[in-house]
């Protein structure tokens, strides 16, 4: 969907 | 060895209840300290984070670390089999690929013992920075619930706005616009119906009103749901576990490209 970012953006893989 | 027992197998039944549809398979990572649970959505854009404290637990034992990975239907499906004011006992070792749900009747007279597959589940597990929030509001979570259900049948998504004075939910839709404002209320006679506003700096985010709904399931867990927001990060929507942890959902904001 335009302008949903995905949850990886924001948080680093551990 | 892991062993852990809980007075209710209803919270744990409920709480499974409240993720499964958000997320199907999961790997509930044990260890001295409790048990953790943390994945994504299908579509990575929201993430559960499940916290069970060991000394929560009546009982609580595990030997060494232990990932157990299941599939939440299935484990709601036999959670749903748990009378309503049964004991729970979880068991399990690394030997075999099972983990064992004991119920057991406040009497004592009936003792039902279902065994479920462990399944490997390949996952992220996600690194989530201890930040401050530009803006936390605490309120009733069925207040929460009925304004996210009530915007959900106007619009897809949510702007929320915090100030000092108030937090307004916007929606807007085809057939027309909704705003619904929650004033700060202290002056309650139960704390679980105050709406607290703590505001460092004004927020406003716009978030997919789905999966706040599918958050909103939680909302039998606890009586207060507390809301984390700071511009362009993800949401934080907290219910708080009495005596034993919590269940925190987070979704990702919709920022204009």
Redesign the interface.
């Known amino acids: 969907?335009?302008?949903?970012?995905?949850?990886?953006?924001?948080?680093?893989?551990? | 060895m892991f062993e852990a027992q809980m007075a209710q197998a209803a919270l744990l039944k409920q709480i499974i209840e409240s993720i499964r549809e958000l997320i199907t398979e999961a790997t509930f990572e044990v260890s001295g300290t409790g048990m953790m649970l943390q994945a994504m959505d299908s579509s990575h854009v929201s993430l559960v984070a499940l916290n069970l404290r060991s000394d929560g637990f009546q009982l609580f034992r595990a030997d060494r670390p232990f990932s157990m990975g299941m599939n939440l239907n299935h484990m709601a499906k036999m959670l749903k089999c748990a009378g309503k004011d049964d004991t729970l006992t979880m068991r399990a070792d690394e030997a075999n690929d099972l983990v064992t749900f004991l119920f057991e009747s406040p009497g004592n007279e009936r003792l039902a013992e279902f065994e479920l597959k462990l399944m490997d589940i390949t996952s992220e597990n996600l690194g989530i920075p201890d930040a401050e929030y530009s803006a936390t509001v605490s309120m009733p979570s069925a207040e929460f619930q009925r304004i996210v259900k009530d915007l959900g049948s106007i619009g897809d998504t949510v702007e929320i706005t915090v100030t000092k004075d108030d937090v307004r939910f916007a929606a807007s839709g085809d057939i027309g616009n909704a705003t619904i404002k929650c004033r700060q209320l202290l002056d309650t006679e139960k704390p679980e119906d105050r709406t607290l506003i703590e505001m460092v700096e004004p927020v406003n985010l716009t978030f997919a009103l789905r999966y706040l709904i599918n958050f909103s399931k939680a909302t039998s867990l606890a009586p207060s749901v507390t809301i984390k927001l700071s511009t362009e990060m993800p949401v934080v929507v907290e219910y708080k576990l009495s005596d034993i942890g919590y269940v925190r959902f987070y979704l990702a904001p919709k920022i204009e490209d």
């Open positions: 969907p335009p302008g949903q970012k995905g949850i990886m953006n924001f948080f680093t893989k551990k």
